[in-house]
């Protein structure tokens, strides 16, 4: 079982930048995916960004070029910067862990075994 906990979430106006952080422990496997996903008030949690322990990424289209996904291995943790960010992307974002071998990490929440507490996002206008 991995332990999840997010760190970073804030209050930002339109256009400004924040960087969540995931701190990752207890037993991870070789082949791996990790994701961050969003979970806006009334909605379902959606998937924002994927990294493959190849090293792949990939992107809602709603985040592409602003949002990077990125991680330490030396330091266990995974990363999401955001750029230029817009009130729609206000919400709760979490970070999962998928011990499965896939030849492309899905953007699919079921898919993933382990979620941190999750941390607060909210853009301003």
């Known amino acids: 079982q991995v332990q999840l906990v997010e760190s970073g979430g804030g209050s930002v106006q339109a256009g400004g930048s924040l960087r969540l952080s995931c701190a990752a422990s207890?037993?991870?496997?070789?082949?791996?995916?990790m994701g961050w996903f969003r979970q806006a008030p009334g909605k379902e949690r959606e998937g924002v960004a994927t990294?493959?322990?190849?090293?792949?990424?990939s992107y809602a289209d709603s985040v592409k070029g602003r949002f990077t996904i990125s991680r330490d291995n030396a330091k266990n943790t995974l990363y999401l910067q955001m750029n230029n960010l817009e009130p729609e992307d206000t919400g709760m974002f979490y970070c999962?862990?998928?011990?499965?071998?896939?030849?492309?990490?899905?953007?699919?929440?079921?898919?993933?075994?382990?979620w941190g507490q999750g941390t607060q996002v909210t853009v301003s206008s």
């Open positions: 990294i493959h322990s190849d090293g792949s990424t």
């Open positions: 999962a862990y998928d011990p499965n071998w896939r030849r492309q990490c899905s953007s699919l929440r079921y898919e993933y075994d382990s």
């Open positions: 207890g037993t991870t496997y070789k082949n791996y995916c």
